[in-house]
């Protein structure tokens, strides 16, 4: 079995996507990230620090309010450390939530990651796919976070393809 590496992926992608790999780099609207390829549109939290409970810094609008859309074909989600975490002990755990409303005033939690303690670059919260049961407008993370002094930063959303097999 060959593996694919960044450099299939952008050339996979190009070739499903019409254009030449240049013009795929070249596209301010993708990036690569640990090997990744994220659309900053669906971004939910790019380069976020974070020193205390808090929400993504973006949203994503799903459309059409009472669709599952964790439901069919697997869609990736990440939230990646890009620096190591700081502080005396620092833990953090990502909520994923949905609501129908852009204040997420009645907020509905559909995954939750396992508690990640002393993050380093590249580690990754234990979220895979966007979840059944996903089926409000808007999707968001919030980040729960304990130890003394925490400090983080992550970069999250939904991504081409998950680098890590499910349920790792």
């Not at 129908?100 to 670059?121: G, H, I, P, Q």
């Not at 925490?150 to 790792?168: K, N, R, Y």
């Amino acid at each position: 079995m060959k593996s694919i590496n960044s450099k299939n992926k952008l050339e996979t992608l190009a070739r499903v996507s019409g254009v030449s790999v240049l013009e795929l780099i070249q596209n301010p609207v993708l990036r690569l990230s640990g090997g990744m390829i994220l659309d900053e549109q669906n971004l939910l939290s790019d380069d976020q620090a974070i020193t205390v409970d808090v929400v993504s810094t973006n949203y994503i609008d799903l459309g059409a309010v009472g669709r599952d859309i964790g439901k069919g074909v697997p869609i990736p989600i990440i939230v990646q450390h890009v620096v190591d975490a700081g502080g005396t002990s620092p833990t953090m755990i990502a909520i994923l939530e949905v609501d129908d409303n852009t204040s997420f005033s009645s907020a509905k939690e559909v995954d939750r990651s396992t508690l990640l303690a002393d993050a380093v670059a590249g580690d990754k919260q234990s979220l895979q796919y966007i979840p059944e049961g996903t089926d409000e407008r808007y999707l968001r993370i919030s980040y729960d976070v304990s130890g003394t002094t925490p400090t983080h930063t992550v970069t999250a959303g939904i991504v081409l393809g998950a680098d890590q097999p499910h349920g790792f």
